[in-house]
């Protein structure tokens, strides 16, 4: 089980971006996301007709290292660090350390 999943709304801790939020778009690898709105870098594509892509300069977010990036606690108001706790059920869930509340329910 991962710390960071895709949906997930998470706070920039580190970088030129940080200090923002935003949502989880996708998890590239085990060390990689990509957030939206996030690390916007220019791309010089060049156009292809058979796919019908134009050619020009496109924005589009870069992967963000996981370490650079906090899940953003929504009670309190701030980036928290991530736990795992097995309930009684036997499910593996995550927690915020802070306050201990559950963060998958």
């Known amino acids: 089980m991962k710390k ?4 997930d709304d998470v ?3 580190a970088g030129r971006d ?9 998890v590239v690898s085990d060390r990689h996301v990509i957030v939206e709105g996030i690390n916007l870098v220019k791309r ?6 058979q796919l019908g892509t134009p050619g020009g300069i496109i924005e589009k ?3 963000l290292q996981i370490a650079n990036v906090a899940l953003f606690n929504p009670v309190t108001q ?15 869930v995550r927690f915020f350390k802070s306050n201990g509340e559950v963060v998958d329910a």
């Open 78 to 92: 701030k980036p928290d660090r991530i736990g795992f706790r097995i309930l009684e059920d036997g499910r593996k």
């Open 61 to 63: 977010e870069a992967p």
């Open 11 to 13: 706070h920039i801790v």
């Open 44 to 49: 010089h594509t060049k156009a292809n007709p």
């Open 18 to 26: 940080r200090g923002k939020r935003g949502v989880v778009v996708r």
């Open 4 to 7: 960071i999943k895709k949906g």
